[in-house]
């Protein structure tokens, strides 16, 4: 379980220079007016399309194999709203990082916040389902404003830039939680807390199993929700941050706790939840992280569906 640890000495290094030149720039491009933060955003994510022609590739694939026979037209509209909404991913972590508490409050509303609050008074922690949208970074951030919580995460590799996102999330939030510390999640759960934790990501074939999703009949899922659901057995619900349709705001919602979970069954509980984050991303497609190679894992013996 991590908070932000004090600035060291060491984080000066010249081979982080690079690393703090960039957070220094996106500390100057925040301090636009958000409607100019949103337009330069965006543009700037349709223009990197033409130089991140893999992820483009990877973002059609995803697309095609989870919403089979739809028109060209239509996986078009997807990947250009996608590649925009990437680059207005960056200003918004920015925006998450950087703004200050009242800057940020008038940007979202939120519905449902009766539903976590039911979930905590039961006192014995929640489950906070999340998927990756692209907005994910300031999602905890306005997560954190209206109930500070935990969450998992992957620690960066460059110390600079962990030690500088773990101060950004913590801003609003008690302590991040690496995605591979079960122990740490399983106690913070029983403690009465509440984690974020997404499953809707391909971590490998450890500790996963095959389930359907979308139009995949057998997507690598997480077994992390079935084994803290059993070892900790927390209150379960999901939590989302979607842009609004003019790309100004956003709707921070929060639904009722998740029902009839099959906490005996772990194919089942797979199945289940991947019916979960489907109807989460199916709240807009277009900011989804479709750039992430989704089904890269397959079961012994099948081809790559990425060739």
Not at 7 to 18: A, D, K, T, V
Not at 39 to 56: D, P, Q, V, Y
Not at 249 to 270: R, V, W
Request: charge should be positive; aromatic fraction near 10%; hydrophobic fraction near 45%.
């Amino acid at each position: 379980m991590k908070k932000t640890g004090a600035f060291c000495r060491s984080l000066l290094h010249p081979r982080y220079w690079f690393t703090w030149l960039g957070l220094g720039i996106l500390w100057l491009l925040v301090q636009l007016p958000y409607p100019v933060l949103m337009r330069l955003g965006a543009n700037a994510g349709t223009l990197s399309r033409h130089f991140l022609k893999r992820r483009e590739r990877i973002t059609r694939r995803n697309i095609e194999l989870c919403f089979p026979g739809i028109a060209e037209s239509e996986i078009e509209r997807m990947i250009a709203g996608n590649f925009a909404s990437l680059g207005m991913a960056l200003a918004e972590t920015g925006i998450a990082w950087f703004w200050s508490d009242r800057a940020v409050k008038k940007l979202f509303e939120v519905s449902g916040m009766h539903h976590l609050q039911s979930a905590m008074k039961q006192k014995r922690g929640v489950m906070v389902i999340g998927v990756h949208f692209m907005s994910l970074e300031l999602g905890g951030r306005i997560s954190g404003l209206c109930q500070p919580m935990m969450a998992m995460y992957r620690p960066h590799n460059n110390r600079a830039m962990e030690w500088a996102q773990t101060k950004g999330r913590m801003r609003s939030n008690k302590a991040m939680i690496d995605r591979r510390d079960l122990r740490g999640m399983v106690h913070a759960l029983k403690k009465g807390e509440s984690v974020w934790f997404a499953p809707d990501q391909d971590y490998g074939p450890k500790g996963s199993v095959f389930a359907p999703l979308f139009a995949v009949e057998k997507a690598a899922t997480t077994n992390g929700t079935f084994v803290l659901s059993r070892l900790a057995n927390p209150a379960m619900l999901t939590i989302a941050l979607i842009r609004n349709p003019d790309n100004y705001g956003y709707q921070l919602i929060i639904d009722p706790e998740l029902e009839n979970y099959p906490h005996s069954d772990e194919a089942a509980a797979a199945a289940y939840m991947n019916k979960v984050i489907e109807s989460q991303i199916l709240r807009a497609p277009e900011q989804y992280l479709w750039l992430h190679r989704r089904f890269k894992t397959r079961p012994p013996g099948e081809a790559s569906l990425y060739v």
